[in-house]
Structure formats: structure tokens, C-alpha cells
């Protein structure tokens, strides 16, 4: 019912910079809350950052002060800027809403997107 499409991953060098998208589609009456979140090899996905629909973020220490995230609730996307990024930061990065389906705020669904894969390599 309801597609995240990530776009925006790729390779880069070690300090460098990447920003994320993920835009959802489907079925839905709002979106929460979107999120980011990232596993590297060999390790459990773990939060990156998270914002709710009226604008509060939520950071992992560790990106706090080189990432930030936002949203455009009319497009439906939510956007991570990603700055002077770390090898050890290298996995799969995932999209998350959470959503209410319909107009019954006790109707709420988790989405995933597919992923996107950074790199962070010299």
C-alpha cells in the first residue's frame, strides 16, 4: 500500500558529502514520522535520524552536528544530508515511515524502503 524509493546513495571519499532521498507514495492518511536508519556488514541496522511531522529530529550521537535531516511533507520526502562522512559509515541505508493508513489515528503502519547503499572509500 504504501512504496518508499530511496535515491541518492553512491561511492564517496572519506569526508565527503552525499544527501539521501526517499519519497513515499501509496495509500495513506498522514506520515508520523520518517526516519533513516543503516546497517553496515556484519552489523544490526541501527537509527540513524528521525523527524516527525511537525519538524522534530532525533539524532545518533555519532552523526550529530555532520548530518540533517528534513522532510517536505507536501512532496511526501524526506531528505538526509550526510557531511564529512567516515569509512566505518559505510552500509545500507533504509527509509522508514510510519504512518497513519486512515483517519483512525489507531490505524498506524511501518514502512521500509529497499535501500540504498553508500560507500564511504578512498
Known amino acids: 500500500q504504501v512504496q518508499l524509493v530511496e535515491s541518492g546513495g553512491g561511492l564517496v571519499q572519506p569526508g565527503g558529502s552525499l544527501r539521501l532521498s526517499c519519497a513515499a507514495s501509496g495509500t495513506f492518511f498522514r506520515i508520523n514520522t520518517m526516519g533513516w536508519y543503516r546497517q553496515a556488514p556484519g552489523k544490526q541496522r541501527e537509527l540513524v535520524a528521525t523527524?516527525?511531522?511537525?519538524?522534530?529530529?532525533n539524532y545518533a550521537v555519532s552523526v550529530k552536528g555532520r548530518f540533517t535531516i528534513s522532510r517536505d511533507n507536501a512532496k511526501n520526502t524526506v531528505y538526509l544530508q550526510m557531511n564529512s562522512l567516515k569509512p566505518e559509515e559505510t552500509g545500507v541505508y533504509y527509509c522508514?515511515?510510519?504512518?497513519?493508513?486512515?483517519?483512525?489515528?489507531?490505524?498506524?503502519?511501518?514502512?521500509w524502503g529497499k535501500g540504498t547503499l553508500v560507500t564511504v572509500s578512498s
Open positions: 522508514n515511515a510510519v504512518v497513519t493508513k486512515t483517519s483512525l489515528a489507531f490505524h498506524v503502519v511501518d514502512y
Open positions: 523527524i516527525t511531522s511537525s519538524g522534530n529530529t
